[in-house]
């Protein structure tokens, strides 16, 4: 699905595999299960929260259990696997 210059209010708007190009969500919960990447471009989210369904949630469980107690060394892996977030994207090509 598609979607470009929508306002989405208290909307349940499931991501996967969907396009937003100027977009604006509004008090939205934005699920995703671990399918196809959405693309997001160019919007707004005002008030949103995140759900994790089905192998997306399972990846943060799994994470979440290396963090506190799987083996030495876990807290720090996922540390270094937030700190990796944060950092932009690569740009194809670079």
Known sequence: MQRTAETLTD???V?????????KFVNCQLIYR???LPIIANSQFNNCRWRF??????TIIFMKNVYHG?????AELIE???KALREPPARPGT
Not at 15 to 23: A, F, L, P, V
Not at 70 to 74: D, R, S, T, Y
Request: glycine share 20%; with cysteine.
């Open 11 to 13: 909307a349940i708007e």
């Open 15 to 23: 991501i996967d595999g969907n396009q937003y190009s100027d977009c």
């Open 34 to 36: 671990g399918g196809p």
């Open 53 to 58: 369904e089905d192998a997306a949630e399972r």
């Open 70 to 74: 799987m083996g030495q060394g876990g």
């Open 80 to 82: 270094a696997t937030i």
